[in-house]
């Protein structure tokens, strides 16, 4: 039966994925000339291209790095190139589920399979998501407390989604911090909430989930002994983070060269990148996919052109999502024959 479950699970996934996928193609093709569309794609410098893909596969390694940086840190053994697999893991369930929800979980499963127990990984994730989502609040905060003009005049006209994708991602930062450092106050309101929803739902096995709820927030206390222990770890963490993220934002100024385009700087094209992340970053869309999208044709609109904005935007995404998807894809198969399960005595244990 539980096989039969997350069967289900993985189908509804998909089903969704390919739903949002097509609502997608719809609303950015619909009425569009692609004939000359993609002759303008053809005319596109492959040179930059090529650097906008060494660009995703950094972004991704970048989070390799952190995760064998954090592991070592805790006097874990992990090999460099198992922690890159996890992150192809997490990077590829990331992209194909709901505000990026089934990743982690995804990369805790490997590093099990790699004898690292749920207790370290827990401490790892939980690190590396919070740093990745408070680098994006910290972009789009100062943005909209500066509010410098060169930036507002493009995001002005989608200001409203961008204030939305602030308050989800911190919202989401908040609790994690909650769970870290407070995860008393968590665990009552999480058991409240579950003993409320028990009586409209009557939940089988409400106890097993009380039990889960009261496992999960005692993980992480774990990672609050490691903040408060290793603060210059979490700095340089911080500073790798917001490289990675400038990685993955620079596709948009590589795809703005392929096109033969100048007059705009690579910190604005980076920084209103950068908004489209904090507004779809949080919806509960893979990937963002159909917000990011028109949200680049919005923005970019004045930057590209009318005749460039859309096939600028098919490169872009092209590679910051969908070469991703394709990239971690081939690479989380390949895992799931290079990680093997260690023996129960290597299972390892936070001190």
């Not at 602030?166 to 994690?176: F, H, M, R, S, T």
């Not at 949080?282 to 949200?295: H, K, T, W």
């Amino acid at each position: 039966m539980l096989g039969l479950k997350i069967d289900k699970k993985k189908v509804l996934s998909t089903l969704f994925f390919i739903a949002v996928f097509a609502l997608t193609i719809w609303t950015v093709f619909s009425g569009e000339d692609l004939s000359e569309t993609f002759e303008l794609l053809k005319k596109a410098d492959d040179k930059y291209i090529l650097h906008g893909v060494v660009c995703v596969f950094l972004f991704i390694l970048s989070e390799s790095v952190i995760v064998y940086y954090l592991l070592h840190s805790l006097e874990k053994k992990a090999k460099l190139g198992h922690c890159c697999l996890y992150s192809f893991i997490g990077f590829f369930y990331s992209s194909i589920t709901p505000s990026a929800s089934g990743g982690q979980p995804m990369q805790a499963v490997a590093m099990r399979k790699d004898g690292i127990s749920y207790a370290v990984s827990t401490v790892v994730l939980a690190i590396v998501t919070i740093t990745y989502k408070a680098v994006l609040v910290i972009i789009g905060v100062a943005v909209l407390i500066i509010r410098p003009d060169a930036v507002m005049q493009y995001i002005e006209p989608v200001e409203s989604i961008v204030y939305l994708g602030i308050v989800l991602n911190v919202g989401c930062v908040a609790i994690l911090l909650l769970l870290v450092f407070k995860p008393g106050i968590v665990n009552y309101f999480a058991r409240k909430s579950l003993h409320l929803l028990n009586k409209f739902l009557h939940f089988k096995n409400f106890e097993k989930k009380l039990a889960t709820v009261d496992r999960l927030t005692e993980q992480y206390t774990g990672t609050s002994e490691f903040y408060k222990k290793h603060p210059l770890i979490i700095f340089n963490v911080f500073m790798i983070t917001l490289l990675q993220r400038f990685l993955l934002f620079a596709i948009t100024w590589f795809t703005y060269l392929a096109f033969g385009l100048n007059g705009h700087s690579i910190a604005l094209i980076i920084v209103l990148q950068a908004m489209i992340s904090v507004a779809a970053d949080m919806l509960p869309l893979p990937g963002g996919m159909g917000i990011s999208e028109n949200l680049f044709l919005e923005i970019f609109l004045p930057i590209f052109g009318e005749t460039l904005v859309l096939p600028g935007m098919m490169i872009s995404r092209g590679i910051s999502f969908y070469t991703q998807i394709i990239i971690c894809g081939i690479m989380t198969a390949a895992a799931s024959f290079i990680l093997k399960r260690k023996n129960e005595q290597n299972d390892i244990d936070i001190k």
